[in-house]
């Protein structure tokens, strides 16, 4: 999207998972225009498409409530256990984009903690995890 | 059930395909008319007894089962048929041929040295070892290629070595390894340890012989030569000490107790016999095959590459192909709307979530473990069936390259 006010981005190419989101919010704070790329499998495309849908014409304060992994889950009719993951790292990404967007804006409301939801740590753990997986093999690789 | 409603609901979209090209012969097979034609009767017309027991089925089922073992005994070279023990599969045969081996040899040490790009039931057992005290090794490959280090297996193998677990042909890269050259370094380095070999995607695309590469035990299974799942092969030199590693009545298989498979057998020995009958026009097909399906994509298809040796060091039948800015587990989807059924190495595919070892070990960057695909092809594919899937493959990529888009990108 061109004419994005935000794009966010979550999870990590190094465990498969990647989305980013585009989201173009006007000045009453409403999502006109949601769109995603995935880097990932097809329950991430799914999860990461139905979280579009779902949130376009959504105040982001809605946005931020109403949009929980285990509602994108039901919505796309259900994930195997091994796939829920894909589910929450699609949530932390559009909470991302909500928290960015008032970041750069300066003022963020009190709906916001300032601590991380579920869904944002999910994707930071998963980011995490990657790194250490992309270390550990680094350093196995320099032993050789 | 709301899982499988919604596999139900995937399996209608794919009414009405114009044609149907299976390539994932790497997780399971088709099994030819042929071989199923030769074990229906094996079910309920003879041979159906219990080959321990004293009336005519048994008997039938005994000679039944010693007639495949002689005949495989033949085919992987060795000298009597009691050197063939069949299992359940190839998992089973690979723990029988560690755990079975390390406990009836308690005196040989407690090392065991393996390639990093062994097939995950040897790594599984392996691990599993570690309780006993075991510790393994692994011997890296060469970059690329994918071919056994084997200087680092001379430094590796030592006299505390008790089992070297090296496979013949690598399942997901197709690289022949040279495991005669191993076996005459880690003999040289300890006669006492036990050399064993992984065969399974070796045995029917590969000619080779136990005594010419002189290991002291090789598994081949079934499905991997178009036979039934569910059975494989141990073969275990004369003279070699092997444990049962599970208990139960023993029958004709002294390493493997309960009742015989009969139908299983006499269906891995048929596939086997099919294939090794006509072997080298066999090989030459499934060659021809391969050939067309990769130098097709590489004519059609950018930011590619190919994953394992080039040439004579590769399994016949192998493709293994990276696709950059594309997701591979959902690549094997899109493919399969299309009625072309392929497997990949991407983390999301796996049930650990980890990309595959193999691509990783042999220097691969996350991204084309990701985007790999996985491809075999066998005799019985045919030049309409490669350009089918040489006609499915850019579009579905390019969709799966759409929606991934500028994300993931390194």
Redesign the interface.
């Known amino acids: 999207m061109d004419d994005a006010t935000v794009v966010a ?1 979550a ?1 990590n ?8 989101f585009y989201l173009k919010i006007n000045d009453q704070e409403v999502i006109e225009k949601a769109t995603f ?9 799914a999860t990461s498409s139905i979280v579009t849908e779902m949130i376009k014409g959504l105040s982001l304060e809605s946005a931020w409530k109403d949009i929980t992994w285990k509602k994108v889950t039901e919505e796309v ?2 994930l ?1 256990t ?1 796939k829920f993951h894909c589910g929450v790292l699609a949530v932390g990404a559009l909470k991302r984009a909500v928290r960015l967007y008032y970041e750069k804006k300066g003022t963020t409301p009190e709906w916001v903690p300032k601590e991380h939801t579920f869904e944002e740590k999910q994707a930071l753990e998963e980011e995490e995890l990657a790194k250490m ?2 270390k550990r ?1 680094k350093a196995e690789e320099e032993k ?1 | 059930m ?2 499988v409603e ?1 596999v139900k609901e995937l399996l209608k979209l794919h009414e009405g395909l114009k044609r149907e090209v299976y390539l994932d012969n790497e997780n399971s097979t088709i099994v030819p008319k042929e071989v199923i034609d030769a074990m229906l009767p094996y079910y309920s017309e003879r041979a159906y007894g219990n080959p321990t027991l004293t009336h005519k089925p048994g008997w039938e089922a005994f000679t039944a089962i010693m007639e495949s073992s002689k005949k495989i005994a033949d085919y992987v070279g060795a000298k009597i048929l009691e050197e063939i023990n069949f299992t359940p599969g190839e998992s089973e045969a690979n723990n029988l041929a560690l755990m079975g081996a390390a406990s009836a040899n308690p005196t040989k040490g407690k090392k065991i040295v393996i390639s990093e790009i062994e097939p995950i039931n040897v790594l599984n057992v392996t691990d599993l070892m570690k309780k006993q005290g075991y510790t393994t090794t692994k011997v ?1 490959v060469t970059k690329v290629e994918g071919v056994l280090d084997l200087e680092r297996l001379k430094e590796v193998v030592d006299k505390e070595t008790a089992l070297v677990s090296i496979h013949l042909v690598n399942n997901e890269i197709g690289t022949i390894q040279p495991i005669k050259e191993a076996v005459d370094i880690v003999k040289d380095r300890n006669p006492m340890a036990l050399f064993h070999t992984d065969a399974s995607d070796a045995y029917g695309r590969i000619p080779f012989n136990v005594q010419d590469l002189k290991v002291d035990m090789a598994t081949i299974s079934s499905f991997k030569i178009l036979g039934p799942r569910g059975t494989a092969a141990l073969y275990i030199r004369e003279g070699v000490n092997v444990e049962r590693i599970i208990e139960g009545p023993i029958g004709t298989q002294k390493l493997w107790p309960g009742t015989e498979n009969t139908p299983l057998i006499v269906g891995f020995t048929k596939a086997s016999e099919l294939a090794f009958n006509n072997f080298d026009a066999n090989v030459a097909k499934m060659r021809a095959m391969r050939d067309k399906l990769v130098d097709g994509i590489f004519a059609k298809m950018t930011d590619i590459t190919l994953n394992g040796t080039k040439g004579s060091g590769r399994s016949p039948d192998n493709a293994n192909i990276s696709f950059r ?1 594309c ?1 591979g ?2 690549l094997t ?1 899109e493919l399969s709307l299309k009625g072309v059924y392929v497997s990949s190495g ?4 796996r ?1 650990l ?3 595959s070892h193999v691509l ?1 070990a042999i220097g691969r960057h ?2 084309e473990a ?1 985007g790999s695909i996985l491809m075999k092809t066998t005799r019985y594919h045919t030049e309409e069936d490669i350009n089918y899937v040489l006609d499915s493959i850019p579009s579905s990529v390019e969709r799966i390259r759409g ?8």
């Open positions: 981005v999870g190419p190094a465990c498969g998972d990647m989305v980013t790329e995935s880097y990932g499998c097809a329950a991430n495309i009719g259900g195997p091994i997986l992309s093999l050789k | 709301n899982m919604n890296p800015r997701e587990e959902a989807i991407s983390a999301c595919s049930r979530l980890q990309p990783i996350f991204s990701h929606i991934v888009g500028s994300t993931g990108v390194d």
